[in-house]
């Protein structure tokens, strides 16, 4: 992508701008994830604290995988506290904040990662981020796990065996009314009781995907993974306010355009190691399938027009993004 080779042209800048004028105050800028390290949320935040240190930066970056710093709204209070600087933050955690972010939910709104992908350089995807100025925290770009599907302790053809399935769903309401809509219970649960879970039979399948499936070897207790493809997961990447108002304008620049790279280096690397992934899942155990069922797609115009006009940048950034 332009922007990858962008960034390899403008290291040597970076370098000049903002390893000088930040050297005088070394610090180590904490970084949060609530990924485990093989995931891609988590690779992303590596990726850039790399580049950071490349250009010649007084200050280091910190990871702190899989909420160690504390669960995502800890984290959020904790970016706006200027406690965190950074953070990578699920965009239906920020959903929860505001509306607009719904947006990247509609089911079937995207056939592929690299649509998503596409996307985040749109006008209302930056606005989404924009809108989170107001709140202490600076959204700076977007990382994607890729497509959500539907693993399951039992075999699933149909949309009709969905009904009735106890699934661990993303806790808002488009998770919600996308699972009841297809007749399952949807089950909100912490990232580390979903094993548990599924041994003991709490919930039967899991709303996930493909890389938090092999991050976690969620296979090993459900293994049929279906490739439902229904939603995109995105996640942005978040600044404190205080800290990111506290660089100066030439500092700021520097690290848009790392995390600019970052975002396309993120899209690049999903979209080009999904069919590897899925290669080690099935060799793992994984029995891979789709469903060919019109009740899905039905399912998911219902579902879209129901939050379409839940707040104006929901249909704006529908709109923008119709190929």
Same mark, same amino acid.
């Given at each position: 992508?332009?922007?990858?080779?962008?960034?390899?042209?403008?290291?040597?800048?970076?370098? @000049?701008?903002?390893?000088?004028?930040?050297?005088?105050?070394?610090?180590?800028?904490?970084?949060?994830?609530?990924?485990?390290?093989?995931?891609?949320?988590?690779?992303?935040?590596?990726?850039?604290?790399? !580049?950071?240190?490349? !250009?010649?930066?007084?200050?280091?970056?910190?990871?702190?995988?899989? +909420?160690? @710093?504390?669960?995502?709204?800890?984290?959020?209070?904790?970016?706006?506290?200027?406690?965190?600087?950074?953070?990578?933050?699920?965009?239906?955690?920020?959903?929860?904040?505001?509306?607009?972010?719904?947006?990247?939910?509609?089911?079937?709104?995207?056939?592929?990662?690299? %649509?998503?992908?596409?996307?985040?350089?749109?006008?209302?995807?930056?606005?989404?981020?924009?809108?989170?100025?107001?709140?202490?925290?600076?959204?700076?770009?977007?990382?994607?796990?890729?497509?959500?599907?539907?693993?399951?302790?039992?075999?699933?053809?149909?949309?009709? %065996?969905?009904?009735?399935?106890?699934?661990?769903? /993303?806790? +808002?309401?488009? /998770?919600?009314?996308?699972?009841? %809509?297809?007749?399952?219970?949807?089950?909100?649960?912490?990232?580390?009781?979903?094993?548990?879970?599924?041994?003991?039979?709490?919930?039967?399948?899991?709303?996930?995907?493909?890389?938090?499936?092999?991050?976690?070897?969620?296979?090993?207790?459900?293994?049929?993974?279906?490739?439902?493809?229904?939603?995109?997961?995105?996640?942005?990447?978040? !600044?404190?306010?205080?800290?990111?108002?506290?660089?100066?304008?030439?500092?700021?620049?520097?690290?848009?355009?790392?995390?600019?790279?970052?975002?396309?280096? !993120?899209?690049?690397?999903?979209?080009?190691?999904?069919?590897? @992934? @899925?290669?080690?899942?099935?060799?793992?155990?994984?029995?891979?399938?789709?469903?060919?069922?019109?009740?899905?797609?039905?399912?998911?115009?219902?579902?879209?027009?129901?939050?379409?006009?839940?707040?104006?940048?929901?249909?704006?950034?529908? %709109?923008? +993004?119709?190929?």
């Amino acid at each position: 992508m332009k922007r990858l080779t962008a960034g390899l042209l403008t290291s040597l800048t970076l370098c @000049l701008w903002l390893g000088a004028g930040m050297a005088a105050h070394s610090r180590e800028l904490k970084f949060s994830t609530p990924t485990p390290e093989p995931h891609i949320m988590t690779k992303s935040a590596h990726h850039l604290a790399d !580049a950071f240190a490349q !250009a010649g930066m007084g200050d280091t970056i910190a990871v702190f995988p899989v +909420n160690k @710093l504390g669960d995502v709204p800890t984290v959020l209070s904790l970016l706006q506290s200027g406690a965190v600087e950074l953070a990578v933050v699920p965009v239906g955690d920020l959903a929860n904040r505001d509306p607009s972010f719904l947006a990247w939910f509609l089911p079937y709104q995207f056939d592929t990662l690299a %649509e998503a992908g596409a996307a985040a350089d749109s006008g209302p995807a930056r606005e989404m981020l924009a809108r989170l100025d107001s709140q202490g925290i600076k959204g700076l770009g977007y990382v994607f796990p890729g497509q959500r599907h539907l693993l399951s302790k039992q075999p699933i053809t149909s949309a009709e %065996e969905i009904s009735g399935l106890k699934v661990r769903a /993303f806790p +808002n309401d488009i /998770f919600n009314s996308w699972w009841r %809509e297809l007749g399952a219970a949807p089950t909100a649960l912490p990232l580390p009781e979903i094993m548990p879970s599924l041994v003991t039979g709490v919930i039967d399948a899991v709303d996930v995907d493909i890389d938090i499936v092999s991050g976690l070897q969620m296979q090993k207790q459900a293994p049929y993974l279906i490739l439902t493809n229904h939603m995109a997961f995105p996640a942005a990447i978040l !600044a404190s306010a205080r800290w990111w108002n506290s660089l100066t304008p030439e500092e700021q620049s520097g690290f848009e355009e790392m995390v600019a790279e970052t975002q396309d280096w !993120a899209i690049m690397t999903q979209t080009e190691g999904e069919a590897a @992934l @899925l290669d080690q899942l099935a060799a793992d155990g994984a029995q891979i399938g789709t469903i060919d069922d019109p009740a899905l797609p039905a399912a998911g115009e219902t579902v879209r027009n129901a939050f379409l006009d839940r707040d104006p940048l929901i249909r704006r950034f529908y %709109e923008a +993004n119709q190929n």
